[in-house]
């Protein structure tokens, strides 16, 4: 498996790091397919730090990482991702246009 971060790391690198998306492809029945996990700008401590385990084919954000934090009582929480699925290896660049369409969709005025 290899991982690819929005700020181009690896595995290795990327883990305790902080991106705003990050990918993990590999072989899939002779074939090279994978998924990227793009975390919302609005999300707490946006750009978020990963977790990218050193041997198992995972990762998560961790916005822990970076401190203690709370959760009041009555206050929501909400994180926001979007997660995509493709064929062959990673493309940094098609997955950069991907998640800017998604941090910054089009906005409409109807007047």
């Not at 401590?45 to 990218?52: D, N, S, V």
């Amino acid at each position: 498996m290899t991982f690819l971060t929005s700020e181009g790391k690896d595995r290795i690198a990327g883990d305790d790091t902080r991106a705003r998306w990050c990918s993990i492809f590999g072989k899939v029945d002779r074939a090279v397919a994978g998924i990227a996990a793009f975390g919302h700008p609005d999300n707490f401590r946006a750009p978020q730090p990963l977790r990218i385990h050193p041997d198992d084919p995972y990762f998560n954000f961790s916005p822990s990482k970076l401190g203690d934090w709370r959760i009041d009582p009555g206050k929501p929480y909400v994180s926001r991702y979007r997660f995509v699925a493709f064929d062959g290896p990673a493309d940094r660049a098609e997955l950069d246009r991907l998640w800017n369409d998604y941090a910054n969709p089009p906005k409409v005025v109807v007047s």
